[in-house]
């Protein structure tokens, strides 16, 4: 399984990026998909996650309002909306491939992209 993140760049604060993160594989609707970032000097830390069928989600509590995740299994791929970036945003965002359950735990997920790059200036 390979996952491949895109979509990252160099913004201002309150402007908005498209995450998108395409998945190999036949199994990409069986499994949930979650979006993790890290910060210079910080621990990787969950951002949001959506269930196999779309269904459910959950988000931080940091980008509540602010953050949109969806994924089209018709194309095996999940995306991460982010709108009003603020400069805290700044950081490396990892999409994942989870279980058969949602899950906030990093532990959860099995397999990982290996990154894009989001930067926002104030």
């Known amino acids: 399984v390979q996952l491949q993140a895109s979509g990252g760049g160099l913004v201002q604060a309150g402007d908005s990026l498209r995450l998108s993160c395409v998945t190999s594989g036949r199994t990409f609707a069986t499994y949930a998909m979650g979006w993790f970032r890290q910060a210079p000097g910080k621990v990787r830390e969950f951002v949001a996650a959506i269930s196999s069928n779309g269904d459910s989600t959950e988000y931080a509590h940091f980008v509540e309002g602010r953050f949109s995740i969806s994924r089209d299994n018709a194309k095996n791929t999940m995306y991460l909306q982010m709108n009003s970036l603020k400069p805290e945003d700044t950081a490396v965002y990892y999409c994942?491939?989870?279980?058969?359950?949602?899950?906030?735990?990093?532990?959860?997920?099995?397999?990982w992209g290996q990154g894009t790059q989001v930067t926002v200036s104030s």
């Open positions: 994942a491939r989870g279980r058969l359950y949602i899950s906030a735990a990093a532990r959860s997920y099995e397999y």
